[in-house]
């Protein structure tokens, strides 16, 4: 039976390739070559990091900060990228048109007045029989109602023609005169608002006309050749378009000025003809 049990120990051994010793052993081997393994990878690692600690930081470089054009930085551009004889013409257009604008703003603003107050004062005068110290009063005072008051004051203090109907007659005329020079030079105004955008429509034309040519020339279509024509062409009724605008503006201010103005001396006009009507040096 001992050696049964022996031969079965054996073949048990043999049958998973080991023993008890042999196992043993082998489990030492192992434990010893994972001790190994371990303090290779520790030694590893430890490498990395002291590279990764050593290897100088890259920094990458910034991205270009492009400036943002302004306005007027854009509009100067343009004006360089556009054909020279054409924007040249556009603006002078537009000097021109503001100098005429600017001189009328100016002259309308000086010719305005306190009708009431300028009315009421030359009144207490009439009334108060100081005709000429009216006459002066309105001689030193600017625009159209003291020229209109002047002119009716001056008749009206004359023996030959202070009747109510020749007084009517010279303030009619006098408001006319008056409404000329109001209105004067606004004609150059609204040539230039009409030559700006003409300006700038020739311009294209003529860009178109350069495209044409260019394509002729190169015997292709495609964008790169047409682009240079096609540039000006815009850009030159781009500016004769806003030089138009802004001329017109101005003369719509003007405008109303005049009008305001025209209402002040048909005010002033009643004023004076019911201040000679109740004047006794007025014929009746």
């Known amino acids: ?15 998973f390739g080991m023993t008890p010793a042999v196992m043993a052993q082998e489990e030492v081997a192992d434990e010893a070559v994972a ?12 490498a990395a990091v002291d590279s990764a600690a050593e290897a100088p930081v890259v920094e990458e470089p910034a991205a270009p900060v492009e400036e943002e054009e302004g306005l007027h930085k854009t509009l100067k551009t343009k004006f ?12 002078i257009a537009l000097v021109l048109g503001l100098a005429f604008c600017i001189e009328r703003v100016i002259y309308l603003t000086l010719a305005q007045v306190n009708t009431r107050k300028f009315m009421a004062t030359i009144a207490e005068k009439v009334k108060a029989d100081k005709i000429q110290e009216a006459i002066d009063y ?13 002119k009716a ?13 020749t007084i009517e007659r010279s303030i009619n005329i006098e408001a006319e005169v008056q409404g000329a020079y109001l ?20 311009g294209t034309v003529i860009g178109m006309v350069q495209a044409f040519d260019d ?9 790169t050749v047409v682009a240079g024509g096609m540039k000006v062409a815009l850009i030159t009724t781009i500016f004769g378009i806003i030089v138009a605008l802004v001329l017109q503006v101005f003369y719509n201010y003007i405008l109303s000025r005049v009008e305001a ?6 005010e002033a006009a009643m004023s004076l003809l019911d201040m000679c009507v109740k004047s006794p040096k007025c014929k009746k």
């Open 261 to 266: 103005l025209n209402s002040n001396m048909e």
């Open 153 to 165: 004051l001056q008749n009206l203090a004359s023996t030959d023609q202070n009747d109510i109907a």
């Open 1 to 15: 039976m001992k050696k049964y049990f022996a031969i079965v120990a054996m073949v048990a051994a043999f049958t």
């Open 183 to 202: 209105e004067e030079n606004c004609s150059w105004i609204t040539l230039f608002i009409a030559m700006a955008p003409s300006l700038g429509f020739l």
């Open 138 to 150: 309105c001689a030193g005072t600017r625009g159209p109602v003291a020229q209109i008051s002047k």
């Open 215 to 223: 394509i002729e020339r190169a015997g292709d279509i495609s964008p």
């Open 35 to 46: 001790e190994q393994v371990d303090s290779a990878e520790a030694v590893v690692d430890s």
């Open 80 to 91: 360089i990228e556009g054909d020279a004889g054409f924007m040249s013409l556009v603006a």
